[in-house]
Structures are given as C-alpha cells and as structure tokens.
C-alpha cells in the first residue's frame, strides 16, 4: 500500500505562482512513476506531469514552459511548482502514483484556484 498526502494548494492571482507537495509513505520502494493530474468542474481529469524515479518527466502542453515536476526520492515527495497561474489552471490538484506491478494510488487532492 502506498499513502499520498498533498500540500500547497491555494488562491492566487493570475501570473501567480505556487508549489505543491506530495509525499509518499507505505510501500515506496515499489513506486516508479509519480504524476500529478487535474479534474476542474465538469471536465474530465487530465494527466499534468509525471516524472520516472530516473528523473524521465513529461508535461501537458498546456503547461510546458510553466510548470516544473520534480523528484527527491530521499524525502519521498513529489512537487509541482507552478509558474505564470491562469485561471483556467484552476481545478483539483491530485498526486499519483504508479507502482513497478502498475498499482495506482491517489491523493485526496488539493485545490488550486487562480483568480482574474
């Protein structure tokens, strides 16, 4: 079992920034991949970015160039700083996790809200 806890959700204004947390505890040495996605009201969850324990990462296009994932698998947190907010940034922030048996564990999500 893998637990994730996620931090650093809030209210911004747009060309805002924040940076969100989520650390992992449970059975960590078997996690690989660890992303984090988004579900706005009335959407679909949608994949934001990812990164491997290698350090491989991967991003929506709606967000290259503005958000950074990155990994420090010795504190066994995975954070997402988030530069240039719009408001259509604006949903519930949910931190993943898949293991190497391809198990996926969810957060509780946080929420990110990006004002005009």
């Known amino acids: 079992q893998v637990q994730l806890v996620e931090s650093g959700g809030g209210l911004v204004q747009a060309g805002g920034s924040l940076r969100l947390s989520c650390a992992a505890s449970?059975?960590?040495?078997?996690?690989?991949?660890m992303g984090w996605y988004r579900q706005a009201p009335g959407k679909q969850r949608e994949l934001v970015a990812s990164?491997?324990?290698?350090?491989?990462?991967n991003y929506a296009d709606s967000v290259k160039s503005r958000f950074t994932i990155s990994r420090d698998n010795t504190k066994n947190t995975v954070y997402l700083q988030m530069n240039s907010l719009k408001v259509e940034d604006t949903a519930v922030y949910l931190c993943?996790?898949?293991?190497?048996?391809?198990?996926?564990?969810w957060g509780q999500g946080t929420q990110v809200t990006v004002s005009s």
């Open positions: 990164i491997t324990r290698g350090g491989t990462t």
């Open positions: 449970g059975s960590i040495s078997s996690i690989n991949v």
């Open positions: 993943n996790a898949q293991t190497v048996t391809f198990r996926i564990y």
